[in-house]
């Protein structure tokens, strides 16, 4: 067994090109690197069977999804895998994020999880996690009546005369204000 004296180390993180990453991926995936030194740049689209150990440093400042992501990256072979994890929480909201990902593999958990402690953030920018823009539900406990007025409101839009009528002017304007710039609308009559 070689030791960590003479083992080939390659680092792999995401201000390298897109060349850079494969050249590094590919040398990993065939031996030729044996320690791979890396960011969260490896949580998604690395298959390496025989990637077996994963450190995460901090692991207190990921979310669940990619803390689950991360340890998808190892065991995919016949080998056993190791994920150890390194972390230092100072909020009960990371306690627990962490305990839920020492508790269970289940990424349908996970994510509930993650989505209640974090929130959705922002479907219309690149924010990820806090309070969504709503004023009056909650995504978790107004599900129903949230996917019924989504049924509603495509059921409108699919009808574009019906949206046209005078009794939606005001939604017209109001959806065009709010999210004109970010769908690229216009106010439509």
Known sequence: MANWRSSRLALIHGQMTAAEKDLVMQSFQQGQTQVLVATSVVEVGVDVPNATVM???????????????????ISRGAHPGYLCVFADPKTEESRQRLAAFSETTDGFQLAELDFRLRGPGDLFSGRQHGLPP???????????????ARRDAQALVADASAFRQAEF???????????????????VG
């Open 55 to 73: 450190t995460i440093e901090g692991g207190e400042r990921f979310g669940l999804a990619q803390l689950h992501q991360l340890r998808g990256r």
């Open 134 to 148: 709503l004023r009056m539900a909650d995504l978790v406990r107004d599900t129903a009546i949230l996917e019924e």
């Open 169 to 187: 002017a005001r939604l017209r304007r109001m959806v065009a204000k709010r999210y004109g710039q970010t769908l690229e609308i216009a106010d």
